[in-house]
T-cell receptor
Framework: GAVVSQHPSWVICKSGTSVKIECRSL??????MFWYRQFPKQSLMLMAT?????????EQGVEKDKFLINHASLTLSTLTVTSAHPEDSSFYIC???????????FGEGSRLTVL | KQEVTQIPAALSVPEGENLVLNCSFT??????LQWFRQDPGKGLTSLLL?????REQTSGRLNASLDKSSGRSTLYIAASQPGDSATYLC??????????FGKGTKLSVKP
């Protein structure tokens, strides 16, 4: 199947700093990518839909100024957690849809720990 | 609003058993349904995709069915192996293109 690469796989940062997570579709172009957040023993919750060349669409309750999403090309979307706080510590996963079947493929996830 | 429920939340079986994981959704207007496995601390690996016009899909020892009218999907795993131990998630795709997930079934296959 299609490959989605996510980087970094884990990051530890101090409170108040910003962290950028990259999501790349390696062998296909993705006009739309999705960013999810997963808490321990919980399901994946959609944070936002990233659209190439336009603004992201955020889910209710997700602060767009805190979770900045940029989808500058058909193969790259980035999520920046600004002014991170300990409550932002979580597992962030991106996904992209390969054209045709509409199947969604996921990255390996990024574990963020804010001290 | 679409809600997805997975039963059971956890399942432990001896190696070799056949098993069924259940997924139910509240809104039958789904475009497709995907089953994934997630290993601890990892992302999701797509197992099977069932389009809304299909009733089932098979891949190796895995078979997934979809009944839109009843809002249910099942994942059947034949001859389970310890390597099948993982959390299995089902996700239904709505009109917005994203997937809405259940909480998953944590499967443990004992040697």
């Amino acid at each position: 199947g299609a490959v989605v690469s996510q980087h970094p796989s884990w990051v530890i940062c101090k409170s108040g700093t910003s962290v950028k997570i990259e999501c790349r579709s390696l062998d296909f172009q993705a006009t739309t990518m999705f960013w999810y957040r997963q808490f321990p023993k919980q399901s994946l919750m959609l944070m936002a839909t990233s659209n190439e060349g336009s603004k992201a669409t955020y889910e209710q309750g997700v602060e767009k100024d805190k979770f900045l999403i940029n989808h500058a090309s058909l193969t790259l979307s980035t999520l920046t957690v600004t002014s991170a706080h300990p409550e932002d510590s979580s597992f962030y996963i991106c996904s992209a849809r390969s054209g045709g079947t509409g199947e969604l493929f996921f990255g390996e996830g990024s574990r963020l720990t804010v001290l | 609003k679409q809600e997805v429920t997975q039963i059971p939340a956890a399942l432990s079986v001896p190696e070799g058993e056949n098993l069924v994981l259940n997924c139910s959704f509240t809104d039958s207007a789904i475009y497709n349904l995907q089953w994934f496995r997630q290993d601890p601390g990892k992302g999701l690996t797509s197992l099977l995709l069932i389009q809304s016009s299909q009733r089932e899909q098979t891949s190796g020892r895995l078979n997934a069915s979809l009944d839109k009218s009843s809002g249910r999907s099942t994942l059947y795993i034949a001859a389970s192996q310890p390597g099948d131990s993982a959390t299995y998630l089902c996700g239904g795709r709505g009109s917005q293109g994203n997937l809405i997930f259940g909480k998953g079934t944590k499967l443990s296959v004992k040697p």
